[in-house]
């Protein structure tokens, strides 16, 4: 398994939006704290950063080629907190929460 400092490097490496680059990295930082509640993903909490992390990878190379690359996303998708056991407020919470550990990072 990639290391999770070899997925920021290759994340600087082949990403060229510094927006899409934040984007990432704080998606990571939830998947970060989600992995950190009890029956969710503390056993493999790297997985879980590295899946935040890595999510998007391909995204500035597929945007341009598929013209349905992410038709089918959609905001309604953030229920699936729901399905870990988790009110839509409570989520929303503990994002802003692991956001804010990085807001200098994030430029906010």
């Not at 994340?11 to 510094?18: A, G």
């Not at 989600?34 to 493999?44: M, N, Q, R, S, V």
């Not at 996303?73 to 994002?95: T, V």
């Amino acid at each position: 398994m990639i290391s999770i400092e070899k997925a920021f490097e290759l994340v600087e490496k082949e990403i060229e939006n510094d927006n899409l680059r934040k984007h990432m990295l704080a998606v990571s930082k939830i998947m970060d704290a989600l992995a950190d509640k009890p029956g969710i993903g503390e056993e493999d909490k790297e997985k879980w950063i590295l899946v935040g992390l890595l999510h998007d990878l391909d995204y500035e190379k597929k945007k341009f080629s598929d013209k349905s690359f992410a038709r089918s996303m959609s905001r309604e998708n953030i229920m699936i907190c729901e399905e870990l056991g988790f009110e839509r407020n409570e989520f929303f919470k503990l994002a802003l929460e692991a956001l804010q550990t990085i807001s200098d990072e994030l430029g906010l």
